[in-house]
């Protein structure tokens, strides 16, 4: 059973526009959770990340909200830009840093 | 350069053969994982390494072995090929004293097994 869910497979945005994607998790021992983005042909990168007892965290055009009653979490890109076109992995760290990994919302922005 | 770095970068195997991916890193971490990325399913650990000493099943660590030849580098063996461990393979380091243990990718590996 997946304890970290991204239910949408992919996401269309017009530049300039807000994007918006989503993750659910299950496991309420999880006590950090990040998002990584992956450019085709490359490793996933390390984009932001947001700790069990915050809700909000923000780096430029970048922000992550954490709501903890509903295992929620959901990243804020504003505006997108074409260059943001990639796959987003949710990901929530275990004890001991073992990260659990959503399967991914592919981003497409449109210029 | 890259600070990890992954060989080979894409690899056709038969059923059967057995193989080795190797990831070499540069970055002085201690700890190393390696991670099959298949569609729909994102990433899944297969086996994790805390230090040259200590190696960790991860969840999906049956078909694969590992070795940790140092500190920086970590090899996965894949035994007897089979056609569904085709996939997208990623090494990743982390620093458990750095920066909330945020864990750095290599570039992957594609294995197609035939």
């Known amino acids: 059973d997946q304890q970290v869910k991204q239910n949408s497979p992919s996401l269309s945005v017009q530049e300039g526009r807000i994007s918006i994607l989503n993750c659910d998790y299950t496991?309420?021992?999880?006590?950090?959770f990040l998002w990584y983005k992956k450019y085709p042909a490359e490793g996933p990168t390390f984009l932001i990340s947001?700790?069990?007892?915050?809700d909000k965290n923000e780096d430029g055009r970048f922000t992550v909200f954490l709501n903890k009653s509903a295992k929620h979490l959901s990243l804020h890109i504003v505006p997108s830009q074409p260059g943001d076109s990639a796959v987003y992995f949710c990901a929530a760290r275990e004890y001991g840093n073992k990260l659990v990994f959503g399967a991914g919302t592919i981003l497409r922005v449109k210029s | 350069d890259a600070d990890v770095t992954q060989t080979p970068r894409n690899r056709i195997t038969k059923t059967g053969k057995r193989i080795m991916l190797e990831c070499s890193q540069t970055k002085g971490h201690d700890r190393m994982y390696w991670y099959r990325q298949d569609p729909g399913l994102g990433l899944r650990l297969i086996y994790y390494s805390f230090d040259v000493k200590d190696i960790n099943k991860g969840e999906i660590s049956d078909g694969y072995s590992v070795s940790r030849q140092a500190q920086a580098k970590f090899s996965l063996s894949l035994e007897s090929a089979i056609p569904n461990q085709t996939a997208l393979y990623f090494c990743a380091t982390s620093d458990p004293l750095g920066d909330q243990e945020t864990q750095y990718f290599g570039p992957g590996t594609r294995l197609l097994v035939l």
């Open positions: 947001i700790s069990s007892i915050k």
């Open positions: 496991n309420s021992m999880f006590d950090y």
